[in-house]
């Protein structure tokens, strides 16, 4: 079905295709339907009228897990067939795309059915409270908080994690009983076009889950349609930007999880050769393209030239090429487009006068297809372009620090606040030090932490609301009280 769209638990052809692109050849494999203003425009009001006249945001929650359980085992069992779409599509190495792109998604998809959403309360009473009344006499009242669906949900998702951040946003909307719109980056429409199959499998009733594909002109249709009452969205900061405008205007409710130029605090005592080892991940790991990979590591200056030592030899043993390859370590990036952004960024970093340690290049042999070396720079100030903004592609910038103080400061010295990292053998250390950085997550010798209770977002321009267990459900809810005076019922 990925010449049509979906709309209304109906398969709807479009006028217009896109084609789609493997970057590890630069080759077209196949073709994804361009849905127009007015084929948005549809799968919105099918989504309206599955909220306002439909069975769907007074389901019962157990009803609504059964569902979500089913589109867990309907992904589970065509896993494979996700996992080498992504390959082709995304360009991601097989073992991610089996463990971080689909694992991910089909775990998280069997938490909300399971656990979070039997585990909500939607309906808190208050107790009895004496004030006056409109008629100034003294009046009891009791009453309940309600927690209810937000409405119709339009939810935008990126390239760099397709199917984990579609399920995350959906199983989210759903579980609150929100109806939705879902619109993918135009690089990876096919693996959430096939998200719809499943969808229809598992049974959802019509207008409950819609899935278009498209450009430009469909994302304005949903962020600034009156019919859509929640917005959310992953990517740039500067698209980010556009869409809360554009949701402004009818004072939509906004989720954005946006970009990323995280800090990676190294002190001396750490154990170097497990920090160099996670400066490698968090330059190769999605080939660069993630917006809570830990970009800018920041080290003792007493322990630089030792950690970077240990850092180019490592990049330089990291096996690029083809993602279908099981020993491929590295793929390309996602377009050309991006491989020259990226490149023009590196260049502006030698002309501010950055070393360029290791890397840099595109790999001698890879000439089909978006590859880039990783890439690794020295003698980095924090004011530098390459500091500052957000390359989204395999580069990592290094900046000695000297002290506590100077490597906080450093760290909060960016636009972004969405990820962290401290390596140090002193927990009361990283503890202190973490609670001063401005970010929505902190993690003391690792990367990140995976936690399904844990929400997840940033601060600054990296966005606004969370996603992530109870906290990301929240972000699909209205609270509304309803009250009585004692004694009237």
Known sequence: MADRLFIDNQWVPTQEVL???????????GTA???????????????????????????????????????????HERREEFADLVVRESGFPRPLAEAVHVRSAIDFLYD??????????????????AAPSMTGRPQTTQGVVAREAAGVAALLTPFNAAVPL????????????????????????????????????????PGVVNIISGDVAAGVELTSSPGVDVVSFTGSDTVGRTIAAQASATFKKVVLELGGKSANIVF???????????VVGNTVTNA??????????????????????????MLAAVTIGDPADPATVMGPLISAAERDRVEAMIRQGQAEGAVLA??????????????????????????????????????????????????????????????????????????????????????????????????????KH????????????????EHKYISWPVGAI
């Open 19 to 29: 084609p789609v692109v493997n970057p590890a050849t630069g080759q077209p494999f």
């Open 33 to 75: 339907p361009s849905a127009s203003r007015g084929d948005a425009a549809r799968a919105v009001a099918a989504a309206r009228r599955a909220f306002d006249h439909g069975p769907w945001p007074h389901t019962a929650p157990r009803h609504r897990a059964d569902l979500l359980r089913r589109l867990g085992q309907a992904l």
């Open 112 to 129: 909300v059915a399971d656990r979070l959403l039997p585990s909500m309360t939607f309906t808190t009473p208050l107790n009895p409270h």
């Open 166 to 205: 579609t399920v995350h946003k959906l199983a989210s909307a759903l579980a609150a009983g929100c109806t939705t719109v879902i619109k993918p980056s135009p690089h990876t429409s096919l693996q959430v076009l096939l998200l719809a199959e499943l969808v229809e499998e598992a049974g959802f009733p």
């Open 268 to 278: 001396a005592d750490a154990d170097l050769d497990r920090a160099a080892l996670e």
């Open 288 to 313: 660069g393209q993630g917006c809570l990979l830990l970009t800018r590591t920041l080290v003792d200056a007493r322990v630089h030239d030792e950690l970077v030592a240990k850092v180019i030899p």
């Open 358 to 459: 290791y890397g840099g290049n595109r790999p001698p042999g890879l000439a089909q297809g978006f590859y880039l070396e990783p890439t690794l720079f020295t003698g980095v100030e924090n004011s530098m372009t390459i500091a500052q903004r957000e390359f989204f592609g395999p580069v990592n910038v290094v900046i000695p620090f000297s002290g506590d103080d100077e490597a906080v400061q450093i760290a909060n010295d960016s636009d972004y606040g969405l990820n962290a990292g401290i390596f140090t053998r002193d927990f009361a250390r990283a503890h202190a030090v973490a609670r001063r950085i401005r970010s929505g997550t902190v993690n003391i010798n690792a990367s990140w932490g995976i936690n399904p209770d844990a929400p997840f977002g940033g601060f």
């Open 462 to 477: 990296s966005g606004l609301g969370r996603e992530g267990g109870a906290y990301g459900i929240a972000e699909f809810l």
